[in-house]
């Protein structure tokens, strides 16, 4: 069987610095795949990457057995790639239903992007309860459960989330981690940056280590979690 999501030898590179040196990852339909890794790795590049936002320099990106490479970044999330930036990048002076609205831009489904945000509302109720405010007036947390929204309103086969408990309260962090359960759950494949390896990892079917621009470990969510390597450097155990 063909993974969802293959990455094969993939380097990126900001001019002269390579950010990322030749990795290579699958994610498979159904799973909840993170990559964990300390800051400046290049797991942002990385997803940055994917939905075409940036060219690699070299390697192959196959999304569900078709090429990926060099395909713009609009028709990336029509096949079904949605990518939940890191820093959020809502349109603060829209309100929460027009962010919405936005992230389902490629679709003509009227009725089906109703059910959708309402669906948002469902997962999020405080989104729904504030669905005419200006999106800027939201909380930091708050502002990252409408960044998932809005990508999962382009109905994405698999959701790319960078850095979703960034700067949350533990509460905050744990309906975020929560709802990637029950995405899940409902049939979406996740891919999930976190710094935040413990949370990641527990809820992982797999799990990606990476280092200066290369993976350097790699096992199921369980495994990682276990290993004293990652224990000790992102674990913060001695
Ligand atoms: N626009 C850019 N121009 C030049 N270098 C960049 C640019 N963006 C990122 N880099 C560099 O590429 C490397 C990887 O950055 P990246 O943002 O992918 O890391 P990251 O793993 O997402 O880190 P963090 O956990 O801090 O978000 C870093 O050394 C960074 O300084
Ligand atoms: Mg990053």
Same mark, same amino acid.
């Given at each position: ?36 890794? @300390?800051?400046?790795?290049?797991? @942002? ?29 609009? *028709?990336?999330?029509?096949?079904? !790639? ?101 995405? *899940? ?15 990641? !990892? ?14 350097? !470990? @790699? ?5 990682l979690?276990?290993d004293?390597s990652v224990r000790?450097a992102y674990?913060?155990?001695?």
């Open positions: 069987m063909t993974a969802l999501l293959e990455v094969e030898d993939l380097r990126v590179a900001y001019g002269k610095i390579e950010a990322v040196k030749g990795i290579s990852f699958t994610v498979e339909a159904g799973q909840v795949v993170t990559l964990i890794g @300390t800051n400046g790795a290049g797991k @942002t590049t990385t997803l940055r990457t994917l939905s075409g936002l940036l060219k690699p320099t070299s390697g192959k990106i196959t999304f569900e057995g078709k090429p990926l490479t060099g395909i713009p970044a609009h *028709k990336i999330v029509a096949l079904g !790639l949605a990518h939940s930036p890191e820093g959020r990048h809502i349109f603060p002076r829209l309100t929460i239903a027009e962010n919405l609205q936005l992230g389902a831009f490629l679709r003509t489904d009227k009725a089906a992007i109703a059910k959708d945000i309402q669906r948002a509302y469902d997962l999020f109720p405080i989104l729904g309860e504030r669905r005419k405010q200006a999106s800027g007036t939201l909380s930091g947390g708050e502002q990252q459960m409408l960044a998932m929204g809005r990508a999962l309103m382009s109905q994405p086969k698999l959701l790319m989330l960078d850095e979703p408990s960034m700067g949350l309260s533990p509460i905050m962090m744990q309906k975020i981690m929560q709802t990637i359960v029950e995405l *899940k759950a409902q049939g979406t494949t996740i891919l999930l940056v976190e710094q935040n390896a413990q949370a990641a !990892l527990s809820l992982a079917d797999h799990g990606y280590v990476m280092e200066i621009g290369k993976i350097s !470990l @790699t096992g199921t969510g369980q495994d979690l276990h004293e000790k674990l913060g155990e001695d």
